[in-house]
């Protein structure tokens, strides 16, 4: 998941704006550097550590390098790629979208294929994806500018349940699929235990619900590869306590105030420090 922060560390070409909530800053009112950046919902604060040794980090006018410097975000003046980055407050936005198959989870794509930019384009706040679903993939995605909760989302200590509705060629045996529930080696690292369920099964395909806490690159798709079965269609339904249920294909929707309580809950983050 590491390349979805440096996906958003490499689209700051515009202001962002957020608020420093009161309780993470010191008694002296300074803040480090990495954590200010992340808090933009920028990227994590690992990969705001890279930005400053890369030298794409200017203070007050001067491109700095050094680690664990703290700031005034009252008073200092941080860029990134150039761009300023202000204090300005504004409230998180959360949403969902039923992302259809064949869009790219991207905020912009040289060769200008669609993106699921394209299908939130008429709301006024700016907001980026959760994670990712790759392009042949479908279903439930969640829109942000709140960086300390996608960070938690993505990174895997926190094991966010991720639930999948999966349709494969043919039809795997018993002891596959007990392989892939009890975790099966991608990339010489095995996956962690997972539940599968068989919902239907025909002459062709056989269509499983799997819940998974953790994000690998196409893990599902990849899983299944390792069974010698092919992914015809995937569609993520649930993350966490966000559910897809019957939002149309391509259409999208805010979350509702007990929507956004209920993950943060999910994600260890206080409702009330916002």
């Known amino acids: ?3 979805w922060h440096i996906f958003w560390a490499r689209a700051v070409n515009y202001e962002v704006y957020f608020q420093v909530k009161p309780d993470e800053k010191t008694n002296d009112g300074l803040i480090r550097l990495n954590k200010f950046i992340a808090e933009a919902g920028i990227c994590s604060r690992r990969q705001a550590d890279l930005l400053i040794k890369s030298g794409r980090v200017i203070l007050n006018g001067k491109t700095i390098i050094e680690l664990g410097i703290k700031i005034n975000p009252s008073i200092d003046i941080i860029e990134i790629n150039h761009k300023k980055l202000t204090t300005e407050n504004q409230p998180f936005v959360y949403l969902i979208l039923n992302k259809p198959r064949g869009i790219l989870t991207t905020v912009k794509d040289p060769f200008n294929r669609p993106t699921v930019m394209d299908l939130i384009h008429d709301m006024r706040e700016r ?3 959760v994670g990712r679903l ?15 909760l996608a960070n938690r989302l993505i990174h895997p200590r926190h094991k966010i349940k991720k639930l999948y509705q999966v349709w494969v060629q043919g039809q795997p045996t018993a002891s596959d699929i007990e392989r892939l529930r009890q975790g099966i080696p991608i990339d010489s690292r095995m996956t962690l235990p997972c539940r599968i369920q068989r919902l239907h099964a025909d002459e062709t395909s056989t269509q499983f619900e799997i819940e998974i806490r953790e994000g690998r690159k196409r893990q599902i798709r990849r899983m299944f590869q390792a069974i010698g079965q092919e992914v015809i269609r995937l569609k993520r339904v ?4 966000i559910k897809l249920e019957r ?5 999208w929707r805010y979350l509702t105030e007990q ?6 809950k999910e994600t260890g983050i206080q409702t009330n420090a916002r």
């Open 134 to 148: 790759d392009q042949d993939s479908e279903g439930l995605l969640l829109f942000t500018n709140d960086g300390e």
């Open 259 to 264: 929507e956004i309580k209920a993950i943060k």
């Open 127 to 129: 907001v980026y994806p």
């Open 1 to 3: 998941m590491a390349s």
């Open 247 to 251: 939002l149309p294909v391509g259409k």
């Open 238 to 241: 649930q993350i966490g306590p």
